[in-house]
């Protein structure tokens, strides 16, 4: 049974964050968790402030982030990781062997498209990775709501 889901980036304050709030958003109703950390995790901050603006300039009100390190224990309690590139798959396997097989691309379902990361960069960066996590999240979505 899917119950978490949980999304992985670098840091943990852009990316994951976006698409930890996204895909909360569209399986809202339902009884799975969703939830975030970072392969070298900028513990304890908030989301970054151009991610957040891109959030609210689309009309998305995100809860409250705080960072948080990806750890063998959230590998085992997710039923399902969602990385953003190719790299972070072999990142997370190294990390934790046995999520190999629950482990893919947010962009899975875009061609293996992986989200660029957008931190530090102009607001062009941030609104392409949007687009490419709103994108993949959609795809996501679509598919866990028709399997339950």
Request: some cysteine; hydrophobic content about 45%; glycine content about 6%.
């Amino acid at each position: 049974m899917l119950n978490r889901i949980l999304i992985v980036c670098v840091g943990n304050i852009c990316r994951s964050p976006i698409a930890e709030h996204l895909l909360r958003e569209s399986l809202h109703g339902t009884d799975i968790a969703v939830g975030s950390a970072g392969l070298g995790a900028l513990r304890g901050h908030s989301t970054d402030s151009a991610a957040l603006a891109i959030l609210h300039r689309h009309g998305h009100r995100p809860q409250p982030h705080h960072a948080r390190q990806l750890t063998v224990e959230l590998l085992h309690e997710a039923n399902l990781v969602l990385v953003m590139e190719q790299s972070q798959i072999q990142s997370v396997i190294r990390l934790a062997p046995e999520a190999r097989g629950k482990t893919f691309l947010l962009g899975k379902w875009q061609a293996d498209q992986e989200i660029p990361d957008p931190y530090r960069k102009g607001p062009e960066a941030f609104e392409l990775a949007y687009e490419l996590i709103a994108a993949s999240v959609a795809a996501w979505a679509a598919r866990i709501r028709n399997r339950r």
